[in-house]
Nanobody, 125 residues
Framework: QVQLVETGGGLAQAGGSLRLSCVVS????????MGWFRQAPGKEREFVSA????????LYADSVKGRFTISRDNDKNTMYLQMNSLKPEDTAVYYC??????????????????WGQGTQVTVSS
């Protein structure tokens, strides 16, 4: 069973930065794709970014492009999301997710199989 644990959420001011981490455990690390999603109160879960673990290809939502950076550390089995120039509209619960068996980066939540429990990010104006 794959387990994902997010950490690093918290409170930041607009224009500030936070870094989220997602530690993967429970199986031999050969995951093809990992992604970050977020969900604000009353809204649907939306795609933030994804990374191909094997070749480092990345994909970003337009709303975070140029501000957020996704990365991974094979040795630590950890994925990161560096969030800079935060805006109040970035406030949400952030989730990491993973899928295997495909190298296609997908922005669809339904394409991911395993999910973390989420970490709250709150950006004040």
């Amino acid at each position: 069973q794959v387990q994902l644990v997010e950490t690093g959420g918290g409170l930041a001011q607009a224009g500030g930065s936070l870094r989220l981490s997602c530690v993967v455990s429970g199986r031999t690390f050969g995951t093809y794709i990992m992604g970050w999603f977020r969900q604000a109160p009353g809204k649907e879960r939306e795609f933030v970014s994804a990374i191909n673990w094997n070749d480092d290809r990345t994909l970003y939502a337009d709303s975070v492009k140029g501000r957020f950076t996704i990365s991974r550390d094979n040795d630590k089995n950890t994925m990161y999301l560096q969030m800079n120039s935060l805006k109040p509209e970035d406030t949400a619960v952030y989730y990491c997710a993973t899928r295997s068996g495909s190298s296609i980066l997908s922005p669809r939540p339904s394409a991911y199989i395993y999910w973390g429990q989420g970490t709250q990010v709150t950006v004040s104006s």
